[in-house]
């Protein structure tokens, strides 16, 4: 019997896999050679201080035992550079007496078909073996209530065009970046951190409010990053959220700090964003939904406001430009840039042009055969609305309706609409120049690739925004940019407005560089509708044909 007992013991102690034993009592009873080499462990070792700093303590938690969870399990982990699926099984006798745990660990690094095992999948992103977010939320969940005395951060990240970095450079170059990010955070992670790749190319990681220090943090990224070398450079940004309610669930708790990232995402000046609560009213705001929307134009609460276009030369009022604003009942009259952005992003932007748009058009036809016949509207067509609607057919059949011809319309779309698909734009814009439309480039200069989509789109005006230039660090060079541009359109033959206009000295020095026509508050703000008459009165109407040469 004795020797059958050694037999074993030696067998044990040669396998190649480490395998653990704690009685009943959770004492470490049996360690044998391949589990020393790869643990820190040694005998008379008690299970919880074994656990500690291993995924192990998220699975054998006192409640998880209680509920009967442990009595069987597998639980991937990562130690060194090797992947271990451990199994784990609690030993009990014929009446179901608890005897104790054992614990035997498979190297599966490069077992591909285990780790697809379901078990695998349930818990893990398979690509860096962090926490999937279903199981982030059980983990951190816990993590937060084993430690209710210890201040947490909830951390997230966001790569910066992460979706052109894989569609340029190829998926397997973009699963390296995940990788290397998993890499850094793994490297970083002490105990109690919970890491996870919650999806796409988000990270989120729960940590101790005392482990983390922004400066460090971004030194720690930007060092990494830069030792990679890749041919697109990434930003990342990183949001943080201080859990001081712990009510809220661990999702709203990553929706936090992913809102902080919201706040400077485009910003590359920008890293760290801290969430705060007035984040969370900007984005109960936003979410509008196509019912808001329509009722919003049913009640007449979308109008027009009206910002006038003068010729420099004489100061005779040209036109103006059609201004979305929203007259809510509880928000008061919102901006085009409280609602835009999110219409953009819902593709409710279509629907609201077109009502803008028909407003444009029925006021031109008011004006029609009458002293203000002369008088040109400008609106705006979003980069979308040449995608999620027959852009041409709609405005073509507006101008039909109302019977106001094509030469009062004038169509302002930006160079960022050209980036989406710019054969399928060029079509339809040139198709609108040839129903005899004007075309203005609005906010030249500002966006994506200015000088390609001049070349390529034929615009009739050019609109550019004094704004881009006050915001210049120098402002001789923003002069000579401006007087550059107004050159460049006058050999391209495009008659130049400059908007943003304040102040005198602005005109004057547009006027000395051959600029034609100026819109901004120097002359007037937007105005509603009711004020349109009386400052018409007090201008002479020019006529913006003769402009256009
Ligand atoms: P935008 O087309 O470049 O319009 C000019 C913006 O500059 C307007 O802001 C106008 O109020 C403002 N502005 C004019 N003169 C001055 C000035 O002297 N100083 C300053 N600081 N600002 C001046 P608004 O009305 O808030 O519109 C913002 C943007 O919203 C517009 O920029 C346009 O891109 C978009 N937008 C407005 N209406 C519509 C619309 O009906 N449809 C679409 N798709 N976009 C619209
Ligand atoms: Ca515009
Ligand atoms: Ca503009």
């Known amino acids: 019997m004795g020797s059958l007992k050694k037999l074993n013991e030696f067998a044990i102690d040669h396998m190649m896999n480490p395998v653990l034993v704690f009685d009943h009592m959770e004492i470490l009873q049996v360690c044998n050679m391949a589990a020393s080499e790869l643990l820190t462990v040694h005998k008379g070792m008690r299970l919880y201080d074994f656990i500690q700093g291993s995924d192990l303590r998220y699975i054998l938690t006192p409640e998880r035992r209680k509920q009967g969870k442990t009595r069987e399990f597998t639980l991937t982990i990562a130690i060194g550079k090797k992947e271990y699926l451990i199994h784990g099984q609690e030993l009990r006798d014929e009446k179901s007496k608890y005897l104790g745990l054992l614990l035997i660990y498979n190297d599966i690094s490069?077992?591909?078909?285990?780790?697809?095992?379901?078990?695998?999948?349930?818990?893990?992103?398979?690509?860096?073996?962090?926490?999937?977010?279903?199981?982030?939320?059980?983990?951190?969940?816990?993590?937060?209530?084993?430690n209710p005395d210890t201040e947490f951060l909830m951390i997230v990240t966001d790569i910066n065009h992460f979706k052109m970095f894989n569609d340029i450079l190829g998926k397997k170059a973009g699963d390296e970046v995940l990788l290397s990010i998993a890499g850094m955070i793994k490297e970083k992670s002490r105990s109690l951190w919970v890491t996870s790749r919650i999806g796409g190319d988000s990270f989120a990681v729960l940590i101790p409010k005392s482990d983390y220090e922004e400066k460090h943090l971004l030194n720690y990224i930007n060092t990494s990053l830069n030792q990679q070398n890749y041919a697109l450079k990434l930003h990342i940004y990183v949001g943080v959220y201080e859990i001081k309610d712990r009510s809220v669930g661990v999702e709203s708790m990553y929706d936090r700090a992913f809102m902080a990232i919201e706040s400077i995402k485009g910003d590359m000046q920008q890293q760290v964003a801290y969430y705060d609560e007035s984040m969370r009213s900007v984005r109960l705001r936003e979410a509008y939904t196509v019912d808001?929307?329509?009722?919003?134009?049913?009640?007449?609460?979308?109008?027009i406001f009206f910002q006038p276009v003068v010729e420099i030369r004489n100061e005779r009022l040209l036109g103006f430009e059609a201004l979305v604003r929203w007259r809510h009942?509880?928000?008061?009259?919102?901006?085009?840039n409280e609602f835009i952005p999110l219409f953009e992003k819902n593709g409710m932007i279509a629907r609201l042009d077109y009502y803008v748009w028909d407003l444009a058009c029925k006021k031109l036809s008011e004006w029609k055969d009458t002293e203000l016949g002369q008088l040109s509207l400008s609106v705006n067509?979003?980069?979308?609305?040449?995608?999620?609607?027959?852009?041409?057919?709609?405005?073509?059949?507006?101008?039909?309706?109302?019977?106001?011809?094509?030469?009062?319309?004038?169509?302002?779309i930006t160079e960022s609409a050209l980036a989406l698909d710019i054969e399928k734009q060029l079509e339809i814009v040139n198709r609108l120049q040839e129903h005899g439309f004007i075309v203005e480039m609005d906010d030249f200069g500002s966006g994506?690739?200015?000088?390609?989509?001049?070349?390529?789109?034929?615009?009739?005006?050019?609109?550019?925004?004094?704004?881009?230039?006050?915001?210049?660090?120098?402002?001789k060079r923003a002069r000579?940019?401006?007087?550059?541009?107004?050159?460049?359109a006058g050999k391209l033959h495009m008659p130049i407005i400059a908007e943003g206009v304040e102040t005198g000295e602005q005109l004057k020095m547009l006027k000395d560089m051959g600029c034609q026509m100026v819109q901004g508050y120097y002359y007037a703000k937007p105005m509603p509708e009711d004020e349109l008459i009386e400052f018409i009165g007090k201008h002479e109407i020019g006529d913006m044909r003769e402009v256009m040469g």
């Open 448 to 475: 994506y690739s200015s000088l390609n989509s001049l070349k390529d789109i034929m615009a009739d005006v050019m609109k550019i925004d004094m704004k881009f230039f006050e915001e210049a660090r120098d402002p």
């Open 381 to 412: 067509i979003s980069a979308k609305d040449f995608f999620l609607s027959d852009l041409y057919a709609n405005i073509v059949g507006l101008v039909d309706h109302y019977k106001i011809g094509t030469d009062h319309l004038k169509l302002e």
């Open 329 to 336: 009942p509880t928000r008061g009259l919102l901006a085009p």
């Open 110 to 146: 490069g077992h591909e078909r285990l780790k697809d095992e379901a078990t695998y999948h349930a818990t893990r992103d398979p690509l860096t073996g962090f926490w999937n977010r279903e199981f982030f939320s059980e983990m951190a969940e816990r993590t937060l209530a084993d």
């Open 292 to 303: 808001d929307l329509e009722g919003a134009l049913q009640k007449k609460e979308v109008v």
């Open 480 to 488: 000579l940019i401006i007087e550059s541009v107004i050159e460049l």
